[in-house]
C-alpha cells in the first residue's frame, strides 16, 4: 500500500531486468505509476514489458504522448491493435490521432469494425471541442424499463461503457430523454418504472462546444459525467469528470504562461522533454515584438531629451517610475484576466470594475508616491519631489486604468483575453510612464 | 431543458415577488443556479423564499460565503440549524466556521448530538489541510460481507453518505483494509465474499497532508473519492472529486494573481465583491517592495551618470534593453513555477535546466541583438549598435538565468517558488540590466 517506496523498488527491478521482482510489484502499483516506471527505460526494454502487463491498456494510455508514439512504432501491429482495443474510446482516438498517417492506415485494418468505425467518427471532432475530448461508451436505458431490468442491463453494459454510474435514457432517435443514476437506481423499488424516476432537468453541452466550457459546466454542477448532444438533439457521447479535470488544468497551465508572454497550446510544454527550438520559437515572438514595443518608450524619451540634459537626477528615478505603472498594471490585467477566465466578471460589470480600480489605484499611488517624495527631495530638491509625487499618482493611475481595461477590449473584440500578458501591458504602461513623467517635469523643472 | 433562459425567468419572477412562476421554475433548475438567482435579490426576500425550497440545503450550499453569513444572521436558530442539518458534512463545517462565534455558540445547541460532535471534530482540522476539505459521510463494509448484503447496506446507509460509489473496508479499529466499488458490487456474484473482491492496494492521504497534494491524488490517479487517514491508519474521512477540483482551481488562480505580485489566499479575491481596502491591501505590498527594489537600477545609473551625460543616445535605448532582460526573466520563471508546481520539474533537475535555459537564452537574445542593432546604427553609430548587440545577448542571458533560478532557490528555501512573480524578476532583471549595459557603454564609448 506504500506506492512511493514500491515505485524505486519497481525502477530497481526494471533497471537489472529482474522480471520477476517487477512482474510482482507491476501488480500492486497503479497503472500512471506503471507508466513512469516503464517511461525510464529504453522503448525496446518496455515494449517486452507492457505486452506482459493485465493492465497493459491502463498503463500505455497514461503514458506521455511522445513515448507513446515511440512505443506505436516498435511494437507489431498486433500488438498495438490488441493495446488499443482495450483501451476506452476517447484514449484510443488520442493515441491513433498522434499517429503518423501511414501507421494509422496500418492499424485500421487490425481493428474490429464497429471500433474501426466509432475511431473514424471520433477522430473527426475538431480539437478543442466536446467532440474531440468525448468518449462514445456510454450506458444508455429506455425509459420503459423497470428498474430491475436496468440495472441488469447495466450489469451486461458494464464492461464497456466508461462509467455506469450516470446512465442516459434516449428513445429510438437517439434522441436524450432524460438521466438516472445508478445511485438513484439502487434506491429505487425494483418494480418502479425508469422514466418515472429519471430527471430530465438535464444539463448537457452540444459537441461543437469549446472543451473549456464543458470542463466548466462538469466543475459548476460537479457532474460524473456531461452528456455531449449533437444539433438535432441526439445523444454522441459523455465527457466524464476526470478528462474536464485535465482540461481544466491545461487551460489554467496556458493561461499562467500566456501571462508571461510564452505561447502556450496543447500540447503543454514539458521543459525537460520540449526540443530548444520549440522552447525558443514560443518564446520569441512576443520578446521580439516587446522590442519595438519598449521604442516607444525610447522616443518618449528622445523627445525630452533636452529636460533629461538639463536635469541628470531625473534618469535616477525613470526605472523607478516606470516600473512603477508596469507593476500595478500587470497586477490588475492579471486580476481581470482571472475574473474573466472564471467568470466571475462579464462585459457590463465593467463600468463599476473602473470605478472601482481608480480608487485603488489612487491610493496605491499616493501611498508610492510617498515613499519616493523623500528619495526625491534627498537626491534632488523640493521641485524634484513634487514632480515625483504628482508623476507618481498619474502613472499608477493611468497604468492601472490601461490594464484593467485592455482583458476587456480584447474579449470584447473576441480575442483571447489572457494575451494581455503582464509583459504587454508592462510595456504600454512603460511608454506610457515616460511621457507622464517627463510631460510633468517639462513644466515644472528649469531648462537650459 | 433550456437553463439559461430558465434563469432569466425566475430573476424576473423573482424581481416581481411571482411566488408561485418562481417556484415551478426553481423546481426545473439546478441548486447552484437557483443560489446565484436568489443572491440577487436582498438577504430578507431570498430568506422568505429558501426555506421554501425542498432543496434549499443545496441552494444554501452553493451560495457564496459572504451572502450565506448575511443569510445565517438572518434564518432563525430553528431554520439554520434544519438546513445545515440537511447539508453534506463538509460543507455544514465550512457554513459553521464561517460563522461568528457568538453565532457557533447559538447553532451547537440546536443540532442533534451526532451531527454535533461530527461538526466541532471537523472544525478543529487546520485550514490547508486534507481534514479541513475531507467529509465524514462515507460508506463503509465489512470484509466478511456478502456482495448481497453489502449492497443491502449500502441501500440503507445510502442517503447519509456523501457518495456510495466507493465504499471502504474497515475492521474494528476503524484501520482500513480495502475499497470496493459499487461497479465492482453490481458486476459481482452476488454470494462472493467483499473481503474477496475489494482493492487492497489503495491511494489514500493522511488527515494532516496539504489539500493540494490531496487534489493532485485525485486527479492523477482519476479517484472519485480518496480515502484520510490519521497517524493510526484509521480512515477518518473521504475527499471526493468535485472538492478537489474546487481545491485545484483555487490554488492555480493563487499562483496566478502571486505571479502578478497580488497576495492571494484563500477566500479567493472577487473583484466586484472584495472591499476596496482589501484589494488595495493585497496589492500595496508587493508595488512598495518594487519601488525600493527599481531604487537599485536608479544607483545602478547614478553610478554611470557620466558616460550617460557624454552619450544622451544611451538614454534612448535603456528602457528597450532593460525591459528585454526582465522579460525574458519573466517568461522563463513563470515556465519554471509552472513546471515546478505541476510536478513536471523536480529539484534535481536544476542543472540540466539550467543548460538548457543559457542555450535557449543565447539564441533569443541574438534574435533580438540583431532587431537593435540596425536601430542602434541610425540612432548613433557603429559603436553603439555593437553596445547594443553586447549588451542584449548579457542582458538575456542573464535574465533568463535569475528567472530559472529563483523559483528553485525559493522552493529550496521551503517558500512559495509562486512568489517569483514577474514583478520581482522584472525589478531584479532590471537592476541587473542597467549594470551589464552601462559598463559595456563605459568600455566602449567616448567619454568627456
Known amino acids: 500500500m506504500k506506492t512511493a517506496p514500491n515505485i524505486l523498488a519497481l525502477a530497481d527491478a526494471l533497471a537489472h531486468m529482474d522480471i520477476g521482482a517487477a512482474q510482482m510489484l507491476l501488480h500492486e502499483l497503479q497503472s500512471i505509476d506503471v507508466a ?59 493515441v491513433f490521432k498522434a499517429l503518423a498517417p501511414s501507421e494509422q492506415v496500418a492499424l485500421l485494418p487490425a481493428l474490429a469494425q464497429a471500433k474501426r468505425e466509432d475511431l ?20 444508455t436505458l429506455r425509459a420503459e424499463m423497470s428498474i430491475a431490468e436496468a440495472i441488469d442491463f447495466l450489469r451486461q453494459e458494464a464492461p464497456d461503457a466508461e462509467t455506469i454510474y450516470e ?13 438516472i443514476s445508478l445511485h438513484q437506481l439502487i434506491l429505487a423499488p425494483v418494480d418502479a418504472n425508469v422514466g418515472a424516476l429519471m430527471a430530465t432537468d438535464i444539463v448537457y453541452a452540444y459537441v461543437d462546444d469549446d472543451q473549456d466550457d464543458v470542463a466548466k459546466k462538469i466543475a459548476r454542477y460537479d457532474l460524473l459525467a456531461l452528456p455531449i448532444i449533437d444539433r438535432q438533439h ?16 491545461e487551460e489554467a497551465n496556458e493561461d499562467f504562461l500566456k501571462s508571461a508572454g510564452v505561447e502556450a497550446s496543447a500540447p503543454t510544454l514539458n521543459l525537460k522533454q520540449t526540443p530548444l527550438f520549440q522552447l525558443y520559437k514560443k518564446r520569441v515572438f512576443w520578446l ?6 519598449s ?12 529636460i533629461i540634459e538639463s536635469n541628470i537626477v531625473l534618469v535616477f528615478f525613470l526605472p523607478l517610475l516606470v516600473g512603477s505603472g508596469g507593476n500595478a498594471g500587470s497586477q490588475s490585467a492579471t486580476l481581470m484576466v482571472r475574473a474573466l477566465a472564471t467568470g466571475d466578471v462579464v462585459l457590463k460589470d465593467w463600468l463599476l470594475l473602473l470605478g472601482r480600480e481608480c480608487l485603488v489605484a489612487l491610493a496605491l499611488g499616493v501611498t508610492m508616491a510617498m515613499a519616493v517624495a523623500v528619495l526625491g527631495y534627498i537626491r534632488g530638491d523640493a521641485m524634484v519631489a513634487l514632480v515625483l509625487i504628482l508623476s507618481m499618482i498619474g502613472i499608477v493611475l493611468i497604468g492601472s486604468v490601461i490594464g484593467m481595461s485592455l482583458p476587456f477590449i480584447l474579449n470584447r473584440l473576441n480575442l483571447d483575453p489572457a494575451s494581455a500578458s503582464a509583459p504587454l501591458v508592462t510595456s504600454i504602461c512603460d511608454a506610457t510612464g515616460v511621457v507622464i513623467y517627463l510631460c510633468i517635469a517639462a513644466q515644472l523643472l528649469p531648462q537650459i
Open 36 to 94: 513512469e516506471a516503464l517511461e525510464q527505460l529504453p522503448v525496446e526494454s518496455s515494449s517486452l514489458i507492457l505486452m506482459q502487463l493485465p493492465k497493459r491498456a491502463k498503463v500505455y494510455a497514461a503514458m506521455h504522448a511522445a513515448y507513446q508514439a515511440r512505443l506505436a512504432q516498435l511494437l507489431s501491429r498486433a500488438d498495438l491493435a490488441t493495446i488499443v482495443t482495450e483501451m476506452p474510446a476517447d484514449k484510443r482516438t488520442d
Open 120 to 139: 473514424r467518427r471520433l477522430a473527426e471532432y475538431q480539437e478543442g471541442t466536446a467532440g474531440a475530448i468525448m468518449t462514445s461508451e456510454y450506458a
Open 167 to 179: 446512465s442516459y435514457i434516449i428513445d429510438e432517435q437517439q434522441q436524450l430523454l432524460g438521466e
Open 234 to 249: 441526439r445523444l454522441v457521447g459523455i465527457v466524464t469528470y476526470d478528462d474536464a479535470m485535465d482540461v481544466a488544468s
Open 288 to 293: 521580439v515584438i516587446l522590442v519595438f514595443g
Open 295 to 306: 521604442l516607444l518608450s525610447g522616443l518618449g524619451i528622445a523627445h525630452f531629451e533636452s
